[in-house]
């Protein structure tokens, strides 16, 4: 009879545990699925040493500071108060009555200081789990502390190599943050053990507390000497970094501030063997005191003794911002010229210069895309999901191009269609790229394509795509299973479908049926566990989406938001797309640079490689000189290859990356001032300036053209941006950054005149609103149910004189077909419109007259051919308004051909 309530309890208690490890089954189901399943696919692309890197380290991390938090709880929780007070001393319960009483000498009770100790023991293992959960998040802080390669260049205040501030201080940081944490919680948890037994006033609580206390009077001591490292990043001066108080001022107080408190320490190591509990009190009041009263010292000294005098006081502190921006930008070997822009441009230069303006983009990349839509997106299924400018040899010339990748997007099935089979065993991949000449115009003013179509037809050899299936792109958020029971869809042929089967390497293998069931957790999906479709070899292809695969693998680097694809032999000699994805080394800790973005330094050392087809991801170190890329070569030495081992056919389409464009353009607006009197006074500040887009102002976009840079003879694909004064639209520079060759990655500032007015973009968009013949023809395309659509405005250096061009569409408002009709081009004080690039060079040349154009024969249906002939009338009567003879007769004769065509498209129908 006895036995049974025993036996009773200990089945309760199995189903307790029991109950609990199913809870925490369920919970961590998906987490252990997760991170098992990234495991397999690390694995499937080599990349095990990478995973297991970071996994190790953060186990370490995790556990080791478990194992300290846990043992130093458990020793001021448990074992000091047991063992510097003894039982007898504290206060207890008695178990006959409830009531509390002091016995002197106390009978040895157990009863009610066991249960105490056992729920500081389970307190202090949930303490210490949470706070080595903390550590698993800062592996890349420990790594880079640990592996950091030295920048070889000291701050102008400590003189310690950047790299201490980049690689050591966060880490020192991390620790000394969780440290506090882990004093304070073991401060509360002492406190409230001792307020319990009301023993908070004994000799032996004000010992366990005065050596607490010190240790949280030492950790605050080190924090202020840290912090006088962090003023090299203060936000509270003139600029950005340590100013003249931060140096004279707060710096000297953090050192007062840690001295005092390491005196605080001393003072408390003594009290544990004076045992004054009113000393912890007056240690309190002291720590506060000190903490409230220091600001006040630096801000009399910045009121009193900076302002009236700041610029001679902060004069050094100001060019140590301009030279650590200018460093951590890649600012200080920009390649200064000037450009007197005094140069003329005739007829005869075209030609001469025939490279440079057959290359000159008349698509801008918003109607583009909407355009492709409409033409090359075939079947609802397929989208484009961004346009690119690139450049390839074509027939021995180089040719500017715009392209996309034509992608299967599963969102825009049929409802009814929108099954799991179809929308992860059959539609598993887009097919092709639409491509087109960045100049080039069809009569009815719509893209040549130069690749079009499905199975993909090229116009050029060099552009003959043999494998155009795109599994991996940017639009590919979805897993698809490979090697099933199914054929998948390649491509639609008539009424018809083509069928294939995915070859590649890339996917995890289903296997065994627990494999199997990890996956189905994972993606939330019964069938990838019961369907009869699917067998051991099927595969799961995932993080198909090129940035979130790059991102899986290496989440310590920042990566463009704009791939773009390239047609190019992949390795195993089959003409493909890869993608070509830029990525950044940063930091937010570099001293005396100034943040944007939440960020003060970045290099564009490294560039990855996707295969759409086959997966393959491989990571090329381009700027083995950067030291934060060289620290992550150290710390994962299997996921980098040299950048020379890239393909050469990749290595030429490389672009410099403009997103780092952006952030450098944008910087050096201020930071070409490099004289701290001009900088404080902000005299030459420039601003980047506005252009009007479609229908809207905003600021102008840096874009690619193929041009000849000052002082070179060859021809260079180069990405520009112009400046203009701060509140002024002249143009007084323009920054630009080579692509090509071994100049690539090569800044160059080309400075203009100050003597003479170049006109900025928003200038010369006023002076097309002003002409008068263009002003009418614009209203009178906006009065007819369609709207005028502005394109980027170009600004083109050329024999020092610049072209501005700017393309015109025109598009329904009932559809989303932009056309482009009109190519506006300035030059000098001349402005032309009319519908090719050549006639409108011609007209701005010959002193607004233009020279005969070739006639063509309009072609189309008869509602194209009726549009062109309304076209052609709205013109030659805007031509008329100005009394401008020549353009009434050229457009009177356009229309009389189109009506010509009309009447035959009429007499062929019926």
């Known amino acids: 009879m006895t036995k049974t309530p025993q036996r009773a309890r200990k089945i309760q208690l199995w189903i307790s545990i029991g109950l609990m490890l199913l809870i925490v089954l369920c919970i961590t189901s998906s987490t252990f699925a997760t991170f098992y399943t990234d495991f397999l696919w690390f694995k499937s692309l080599d990349y095990t040493s990478v995973f297991t890197t970071r996994l190790f380290t953060s186990l370490a991390l995790i556990l080791s500071a478990m194992l300290v938090a846990l043992l130093f709880l458990l020793l001021n929780w448990s074992f000091v108060p047991h063992w510097i007070a003894p039982k007898e001393y504290f206060t ?80 020192w940081e991390a620790l000394l943050i969780r440290a ?134 902060e004069k050094p502190y100001i060019e140590y911002n301009i030279r650590y921006t200018r460093y951590a930008y890649g600012l200080d ?85 929108k099954t799991w089979i179809n929308q992860h065993l059959i539609f598993t991949h887009g097919y092709g790229v639409a491509m087109n000449y960045t100049n080039e115009v069809t009569r009815d003013g719509l893209p040549d394509l130069v690749v079009r179509d499905i199975p993909p037809v090229s116009e050029a050899p060099e552009l003959h795509i043999e494998r155009p299936q795109i599994y991996f792109g940017e639009l590919t958020k979805n897993y698809v299973v490979v090697n099933a029971k199914e054929d998948e869809f390649d491509y639609p042929q008539g009424d018809n479908n083509v069928y294939t089967r995915y070859t590649g390497p890339d996917g995890v293998a289903l296997g065994s049926f627990l494999r199997r069931a990890l996956l189905a957790t994972r993606f939330g999906s019964t069938q990838l566990l019961l369907s009869p479709a699917l067998n051991r070899n099927s595969r799961i292809l995932f993080h198909r989406d090129i940035l979130e695969r790059a991102q899986t693998i290496a989440p310590m680097l920042w990566f463009d938001e704009d791939p773009y694809p390239v047609i190019v032999r992949t390795a195993n000699g089959v003409t493909g797309t890869v993608w070509l994805l830029d990525a950044y080394t940063w930091t937010d800790h570099f001293p005396y640079s100034e943040p944007v973005g939440g960020i003060n330094y970045m290099r564009n050392s490294i560039k990855v490689a996707i295969d759409a087809y086959t997966g393959v991801t491989t990571f090329y170190l381009i700027d083995p000189h950067d030291p934060i890329a060289a620290t992550y070569a150290r710390i994962f030495p299997d996921l980098f290859q040299p950048g020379e081992a890239m393909p050469q056919a990749l290595r030429e389409h490389w672009r410099y990356p403009e997103t780092l464009f952006l952030y450098q353009s944008r910087l050096y607006a201020t930071y070409h001032m490099r004289d701290p009197q001009v900088f404080y006074n902000r005299e030459d500040l420039w601003d980047i300036p506005q252009e009007l887009v479609e229908t809207t102002q905003q600021a102008m976009e840096p874009y690619y053209v193929i041009m000849r840079v000052p002082g070179s003879d060859k021809t260079e694909f180069v990405l520009i941006r112009p400046y203009v004064p701060k509140q002024k639209q002249n143009m007084v520079a323009w920054l630009y950054a080579d692509s090509d060759g071994d100049d690539y990655g090569e800044l160059g500032i080309v400075k203009l005149s100050k003597e003479r007015l170049i006109y900025g973009p928003l200038q010369i968009e006023a002076r097309v609103d002003q002409d008068p013949i263009i002003s009418q023809q614009l209203s009178l395309w906006n009065q007819r149910g369609s709207r005028v659509l502005r394109g980027n405005l170009l600004v083109i250096p050329v024999k020092d004189t610049f072209l501005y061009v700017e393309p015109l569409y025109l598009e329904a408002e009932s559809g989303q077909l932009p056309e482009l009709k009109r190519i506006i081009v300035a030059y000098g004080d001349r402005v032309a419109m009319t519908p090719t690039l050549e006639e409108s060079l011609m007209q701005v040349l010959n002193g607004g007259m233009a020279a005969p154009s070739t006639p063509t024969t309009p072609s189309g249906d008869l509602e194209t051919l009726a549009a062109q002939a309304w076209e052609h009338y709205q013109a030659a009567q805007a031509c008329l308004a100005v009394g401008d003879w020549t353009c009434y007769g050229r457009e009177q004769a356009a229309l009389e051909e189109a009506l010509r065509a009309m009447v035959g498209e009429t007499e062929q129908k019926e």
């Open 92 to 171: 207890v319960k008695t178990a006959f009555n409830g009531r509390t009483r002091t016995p002197n000498p106390a009978p040895p009770t157990t009863y009610s200081t066991r249960p105490l100790r056992l729920f500081f023991t389970i307190a202090a293992i949930f303490v210490a789990i949470v706070i080595g959960l903390t550590f698993g998040g800062v592996w890349r802080a420990y790594l880079l502390a640990t592996n950091g390669v030295p920048f070889n260049i000291a701050d102008p205040i400590f003189h310690r190599d950047v790299g201490f501030y980049i690689f050591t201080l966060p880490w």
């Open 180 to 313: 506090k944490v882990l004093v304070a919680l073991t401060f509360i948890g002492v406190l409230a053990r001792y307020a319990i037994f009301g023993q908070i006033k004994s000799r032996a609580a004000t010992l366990h507390m005065s050596a607490l206390g010190a240790l949280w009077m030492v950790l605050i001591g080190l924090g202020w000497l840290l912090n006088r490292y962090g003023l090299l990043k203060s936000a509270t001066g003139v600029v950005f970094g340590a100013g003249y108080t931060d140096i004279n001022a707060r710096m000297p107080l953090y050192v007062i501030q840690a001295v005092l408190f390491f005196a605080a320490a001393v003072v408390l190591v003594l009290n544990a063997f004076i045992r004054k509990w009113k000393l912890l009190l007056f240690i309190g009041v002291f720590w506060l005191a000190v903490s409230a009263l220091g600001p006040g010292y630096p801000a009399a000294i910045q009121q009193f003794t900076v302002e009236p005098n700041e610029f001679m006081l």
């Open 333 to 417: 070997n920009i390649k200064e010229q000037n450009y007197p822009a005094t140069g003329t441009f005739t007829e005869q230069d075209l030609e001469t210069n025939r490279d440079i303006i057959s290359n000159i983009r008349l698509w801008d990349y918003r109607p583009l895309l909407r355009t492709y839509g409409q033409l090359q997106e075939i079947r609802l299924y397929y989208s484009f999901n961004d346009i690119d400018v690139d450049r390839y040899i074509i027939n021995g010339q180089p040719r500017q191009v715009m392209l996309a990748a034509r992608e299967l997007n599963v969102d825009e099935l049929a409802d009814q269609a």
